[in-house]
């Protein structure tokens, strides 16, 4: 069965720290993988995705993202955290064809000052 | 401004009361998709669209319709709502998918109550 499994239900780290969120994935195929931040009250926003190619990609906000294969992991991390990436992330995997998107539990961030 | 648009952003109802959340977009957006947020749980995807008459289940779509008429509107119905329905729904929308080089938009959200 398809399924995202993000481990860390809630993760807090200093600010000026750096961050790393997991997101491990079961699929039949590569799919194609994305991370979405929510901001409290807030919609999604994309952070970033990978299609193929480079298997560092990088995002908006200063996040990158590193798909591994060999450990079905795409795993967000950013070099240091601001007081304003308090939020809530989601990792997704989607089909190369079609409109399915199946999102993980979500990892909640607290920045401590 | 481009922009999904959820109405109501809240409402309480009462079980087995009909209800319609709309969603509509300014963009253009052939793709468009409904997901409730449950704490725990993450989104789930409900239905999504991938142009006007076309409409496919999700992961979750038991008590739920929708229907595609026109392409800047994706309404969800609930044709007889239970309390297990209460949630956070998202409408998304995009060119064409969410697996493509474009990003979804998402709706401020639609909070539903169901007594």
């Known amino acids: 069965a398809q399924s995202v499994t993000q481990p860390d239900i809630h993760i807090t780290v200093s600010e000026g720290a750096s961050l790393e969120l997991r997101c491990n994935y079961s699929y039949g195929a590569t799919p194609y993988l994305f991370w979405y931040v929510q901001s409290p009250g807030q919609g999604l926003q994309l952070l970033l995705k990978?299609?193929?190619?480079?298997?560092l990609v990088q995002g908006i906000k200063g996040f990158e993202a590193e798909f591994k294969r060999s450990q079905s992991s795409f795993n967000l991390r950013k070099p240091s955290v601001h007081w304003s990436d308090a939020a809530e992330y989601f990792c997704?995997?989607?089909?190369?064809?079609?409109?399915?998107?199946?999102f993980g539990q979500g990892t909640e961030l607290s920045v401590k000052p | 401004e481009a922009q999904v648009t959820q109405n109501p952003r809240y409402l309480i109802t009462v079980t087995g009361k009909k209800l319609t959340v709309t969603c509509s977009q300014n963009m253009n957006h052939e793709y468009m998709s409904w997901y409730r947020q449950d704490p725990g749980l993450g989104l789930r995807q409900i239905y999504y669209?991938?142009?006007?008459?076309?409409?496919d289940k999700g992961d979750v779509p038991e008590g739920y319709k929708v229907s595609r008429k026109e392409k800047r509107n994706f309404p969800l119905i609930l044709e007889s709502p239970s309390p297990n329905q209460t949630s956070l729904y998202f409408c998304?929308?995009?060119?064409?998918?969410?697996?493509?080089?474009?990003?979804?938009?998402f709706g401020d959200g639609t909070r539903l109550s169901i007594l």
């Open positions: 998304a929308s995009s060119f064409q998918g969410p697996n493509s080089n474009q990003p979804q938009h």
């Open positions: 990978y299609f193929s190619g480079d298997t």
């Open positions: 997704a995997v989607g089909a190369r064809q079609g409109g399915k998107l199946i």
């Open positions: 669209s991938m142009n006007v008459e076309v409409t």
